[in-house]
């Protein structure tokens, strides 16, 4: 399998009137060919941030990449100028967000918003555009019919519009998607419907996947790896079964454990304490103020990356301590 | 013994074009659905967007005006009553929103905030008001600190703890939940959950808990009544709907909430379709154009509900139906 894209120690702040907000400090991501890979996480972890970031369609100079790499096929894309990103975006890697109504134009026909796209990025004829247009349509299971074309988002239902936006995404052949919450305004139903829709676009397609979710359920039942963000860094990478069954980051296990899957209220497990402010982040391991496990070092040191099995690495001393059988404040720090 | 009773509640919302014109549309929000909660229980209404579940909790708390059926709070029925008694017995009926942000007044104070329901309902000298809200916040979880803020200041869940303080102020016997935990996050949810349950076994509260999520509710529920475009289809004890759903749409649902557990990969099922517009429901069973099993008769006559067990299915699939084959496999 092949190395499609790869960030690494991704570094990124904001400014705002308040100060500086530290929002993504070392996400590392890697996703293979025909991957799928989920970014997990609560509100404001940095997930659609990342994603964000990837496409380069964060405004600068608010904001601003302070360290950090972000590849394609390896090619540096933190290189590469506006012109040359706009022209990867929609060929090579397409995003689809999580309100489809508020990301398609209310005034336009459907057919013209994915034939725009079709003919900026391919530079074809209007005819050849709308060949494209209906053969993507028909990839995402929507009727490929002149009747389909000529409506507006509006006369869609929620589920029928967020196909309409995979359309637009995968009508030039991308090879990677970034999917930002592509189901959470969706009903379950619905949100079914459209997790198959994404697995049958790698079987047929081949298109490689980073689904960007808060839902934990959505990203075991469709992901091969996932990557657990909190507060700015992913804390925990690895095979969807591996980590989701034998979660090393004190926060993966805390998270899971939050889950009401089966468990009565009396029995649900909380995290004590809220999410750090990233304007001043806690030094060292940003978990720490909240971790059950938390050992000196976690105070002043931020922890890297180590593997723990088959492409499953941690960010964290207390798990990787343990993980050598020396789990002891001394040998740790 | 049932603190609330609701007997064949039908809301109906009529389309207009242009005011005070006639109407041309009916919105068939809610149709003939009858339930019931034991005091100190939780029953759950469940279902997707636009299947009536809202409706039916604000018919419930006079909020909207039934089009017919029966509603007995408190062994009193609350659609013969004059405002001013309704007032009285409505007391004891509170309400929790999903979104805690608008539903809390951003000009007030956590104080004021909380001490509104006590001064518009309650007659009580200043410094038992001032005891009690304090009590209240304690009761929620929320220092003494938060008093003089706003709701701007504070995070989700705790700006969710205010409003559960506010549907607690007057020691109502009912609350009805209404998503309480789907705008916050899992590990924001957990806490209010477990806020929730806790209340519940102090103070012997009774929850009319709505939500679309299943997990929570499988938490949280003693019973359960699962809706479909405005009908219940599928209710009973919740360890049994659960355990064994009967319904094809109880199945699909079920089915189709995707499980966090690794080893459950590869079970999530698919049900095909959309939702039909609740303007012009389909005839007979409202399930039957995306029912796998449909039949003849689903399409012309209204499955009435009967007892199956303990519980009350709507289908006239027989009881010994295999339903548990429900919709296609998502490949994994």
Redesign the interface.
């Given at each position: 399998m092949d190395e499609l894209l790869r960030v690494r120690g991704l570094r990124l702040q904001f400014r705002s009137m308040r100060g500086v907000v530290k929002a993504l400090d070392g996400v590392d991501l890697t996703v293979h060919d025909r991957e799928i890979v989920g970014l997990v996480g609560?509100?404001g972890c940095g997930k659609t941030i990342t994603g964000l970031a990837i496409l380069g369609l964060l405004q600068r100079p608010q904001a601003e990449i302070t360290g950090g790499e972000i590849s394609y096929r390896g090619e540096d894309l933190l290189a590469k100028s506006d012109k040359e990103m706009q022209d990867l975006r929609g060929r090579e890697i397409s995003m689809v967000f999580q309100d489809p109504l508020a990301s398609l134009n209310p005034v336009f026909t459907v057919g013209h918003q994915i034939g725009d796209v079709v003919r900026i990025h391919k530079g074809v004829s209007r005819r050849q555009s709308r060949e494209i247009t209906l053969k993507a349509l028909a990839e995402v299971g929507l009727p490929a019919s002149d009747e389909t074309l000529k409506r507006y988002p509006h006369q869609f239902?929620g589920?029928?519009r967020q196909r309409v936006c995979m359309a637009m995404a995968l009508a030039c052949g991308s090879p990677l998607l970034i999917a930002d919450e592509p189901t959470t305004a969706l009903?379950?139903?619905?949100?079914?419907?459209i997790?198959?829709l994404l697995?049958?676009l790698r079987?047929e397609l081949g298109v490689a996947q980073v689904i960007i979710t808060?839902?934990?359920?959505?990203?075991?039942?469709?992901c091969d790896r996932i990557a657990v963000m909190y507060a700015g860094s992913v804390v925990e990478e690895g095979p969807?079964?591996e980590v989701?069954?034998r979660p090393r980051h004190p926060y993966t296990i805390?998270?899971?454990e939050?889950?009401?899957?089966?468990?009565?209220?009396?029995?649900?497990?909380?995290?004590p304490g809220?999410v750090p402010d990233l304007i001043s982040p806690p030094p060292g391991c940003r978990f720490h103020p909240r971790c059950k496990h938390v050992l000196d070092v976690c105070r002043t040191t931020k922890p890297e990356p180590v593997q723990v099995g088959g492409r499953h690495w941690v960010s964290c001393f207390w798990a990787t301590g343990q993980e050598s059988g020396t789990h002891d404040r001394e040998v740790v720090s | 013994m049932n603190l609330l009773q609701v007997e064949d509640l039908t809301v109906h919302f009529h389309i207009r074009r242009g005011l005070g014109k006639k109407s041309v549309d009916t919105v068939h929000a809610v149709d003939d659905v009858s339930f019931a909660i034991t005091e100190g229980e939780t029953l759950a209404l469940v279902g997707?967007?636009g299947c009536g579940k809202s409706t039916a909790a604000r018919a419930v708390l006079q909020l909207v005006r039934p089009t017919s059926g029966a509603i007995r709070f408190l062994d009193q029925d609350l659609t013969g009553l004059n405002s001013r008694r309704r007032r009285k017995v409505m007391r004891d009926a509170q309400v929790v929103f999903q979104d805690p942000y608008s539903s809390l007044n951003p000009r007030m104070t956590v104080h004021d905030l909380v001490a509104e329901p006590l001064k518009a309902q309650a007659r009580m000298s200043a410094m038992e008001l001032e005891a009690r809200v304090l009590s209240l916040l304690e009761m929620v979880g929320l220092g003494t600190q938060h008093l003089w803020r706003r709701s701007h200041e504070f995070?989700g869940g705790q700006c969710q703890r205010i409003a559960i303080a506010r549907a607690l102020a007057l020691d109502p016997k009912l609350v009805v939940l209404d998503e309480p935990t789907s705008a916050l996050?899992?590990?924001v949810?957990?806490?209010i959950?477990?806020l929730?349950?806790d209340l519940q076994r102090r103070l012997g509260l009774t929850y009319l808990f709505i939500a679309?999520?299943?997990?929570?509710v499988?938490?949280?529920a003693h019973s359960l009544a699962v809706m479909y475009l405005g009908h219940i289809v599928e209710q009973g004890p919740a360890a049994e709907v659960f355990g064994g759903p009967r319904h094809p749409y109880t199945v699909?649902?079920l089915?189709?909430?995707?499980?966090?557990?690794?080893?459950?990969?590869?079970t999530?099922?698919?049900?095909?379709g959309?939702?039909p517009s609740a303007v012009r429901p389909p005839a007979g069973c409202r399930f039957h154009p995306r029912c796998p099993f449909r039949m003849d008769i689903c399409t012309t006559e209204y499955p009435q509900p009967h007892a199956v067990g303990g519980r009350l299915v709507s289908c006239h699939l027989p009881d010994d139906f295999d339903t548990s084959e429900t919709?296609s496999a998502?490949?994994?």
């Open positions: 609560e509100s239902s589920g029928m009903d379950v139903t619905i949100q079914a419907q997790l198959r697995l049958r079987e808060h839902n934990v359920g959505v990203a075991a039942q469709s969807v079964v989701l069954s805390a998270l899971y939050c889950l009401p899957h089966g468990h009565t209220a009396a029995e649900l497990q909380t995290i809220t | 997707e967007s995070s996050d899992v590990s949810q957990a806490r959950l477990v929730l349950d679309h999520d299943l997990a929570v499988e938490s949280m699909a649902l089915r189709s909430s995707p499980s966090p557990d690794p080893e459950e990969r590869g999530m099922k698919v049900l095909e959309d939702v919709g998502v490949l994994v």
